[in-house]
């Protein structure tokens, strides 16, 4: 059965941190780009981070995570991760993991039409 899973959110002050982790069962992800997206409540969905396949690995990163948010990949254990710093309470939102085989030359990792396999999403609150 293909899925990915994500895991690793919670409640956290701001400015503090969390590592999200995107796991893939049924399939190798060295060979999908991933991506990370999230969505507040009366939002619509963001994308904030992409990493592309193991043999290119280039990353993006939307403005409004860029300098503290870091995509990562992890091989050994199938899985893709996204370290999250100095949180802010606009960070609060459900984070999902989206994964594509192969993408195209014109793959924008930013844009959840470009992907295939959804996660069921993890939350993260960031209150004090």
């Known amino acids: 059965q293909v899925r990915l899973v994500e895991s690793g959110g919670g409640l956290v002050e701001p400015g503090g941190s969390l590592r999200l982790s995107c796991t893939a069962s049924?399939?190798?992800?060295?060979?999908?780009?991933v991506g990370w997206f999230r969505q507040a409540p009366g939002k619509e969905r963001e994308g904030i981070s992409s990493?592309?396949?193991?043999?290119?690995?280039?990353?993006d990163y939307a403005t409004s995570v860029e300098g503290r948010f870091t995509i990562s990949r992890d091989n050994a254990k199938n899985t893709v991760n996204l370290q999250m710093n100095s949180l802010l309470p606009e960070d609060t939102a459900i984070y999902y993991c989206?994964?594509?085989?192969?993408?195209?030359?014109?793959?924008?990792?930013?844009?959840?039409?470009?992907?295939?396999?959804w996660g069921q999403g993890t939350q993260v609150t960031v209150a004090s």
């Open positions: 049924g399939f190798s992800l060295d060979v999908y780009a």
């Open positions: 990493i592309n396949v193991s043999d290119d690995d280039s990353t």
């Open positions: 989206a994964a594509v085989q192969w993408p195209s030359g014109q793959y924008n990792g930013l844009v959840p039409e470009e992907y295939s396999i």
